[in-house]
């Protein structure tokens, strides 16, 4: 058991560019989430998967912010027209319902918009 | 609507004191809970966990505490070390919401 894997974990881009994070759940794991933090805050949650089911997406931000989880493994979420404020690590979790449910995250992935 | 949140922003013990970080929370219809803990840079780590049908758990070091009656529970550190400086949130399980943590500095 690797963990929950994050990709980029650092990512410097132009405000307007589109970014893209990659996640990889740990190995079963049927549900997947992504959050937002901001320094000094706690995590914000954004979405979840159960497989490859998005199953509560009203708290992405705004049009700009889309996750998948094409095939009910992996999940990516992408940001569109980055803006200033995107700058903030975004971490993904994973966790399996029939094992007690309780989630596990990675260690994020950091975006600076320029 | 639902909150979870801790009492004190920030604690500062003794290293080899025993911590408490506290957690209030406002919907009783919450039945499971959880403690992080998030060193600078990292994502959160699962510490421990507790159901509402429990009222203490221990772990290894750590105790949790639940109070159905007060809508509160604690994290008990025994024996604080170094490495456990951290933020601390306690979450409820629908994972919804954290709230802004308890920062715990262990003095030497």
């Known amino acids: 058991d690797t963990g929950v894997s994050q990709n980029p974990r650092h990512k410097i881009t132009k405000r307007g560019q589109n970014v893209t994070f990659r996640c990889d759940p740990i190995?079963?794991?049927?549900?997947l989430y992504w959050y937002r933090q901001t320094l000094g805050q706690g995590p914000e949650f954004l979405t979840y998967f159960q497989n490859e089911a998005q199953l509560e997406k009203s708290r992405l931000l705004s049009d700009r912010f889309s996750a998948e989880r094409p095939k009910g493994s992996f999940s990516t979420l992408e940001i569109q027209r980055t803006e200033q404020g995107d700058s903030a690590m975004y971490l993904c979790a994973s966790s399996r319902t029939d094992l007690g449910n309780t989630i596990y995250f990675g260690e994020g992935s950091w975006l600076t918009v320029v | 609507g639902e909150s979870v949140g801790l009492h004190l922003p920030t604690l500062s013990v003794q290293e080899g004191d025993n911590s408490i970080i506290n957690c209030a929370y406002s919907n009783s219809a919450s039945d499971y809970f959880i403690w992080y803990k998030q060193e600078s840079g990292k994502g959160p780590q699962f510490i421990i966990d507790?159901?509402?049908?429990?009222d203490k758990r221990q772990g290894q070091r750590v105790t949790v505490l639940l109070n159905k009656t007060v809508k509160h529970l604690s994290l008990q550190i025994a024996a604080t070390q170094p490495g456990d400086s951290a933020v601390y949130f306690c979450v409820q399980g629908n994972m919804l919401t954290f709230g802004g943590g308890t920062r715990l500095m262990v003095k030497p």
């Open positions: 190995s079963e794991h049927n549900r």
């Open positions: 507790i159901r509402s049908n429990m």
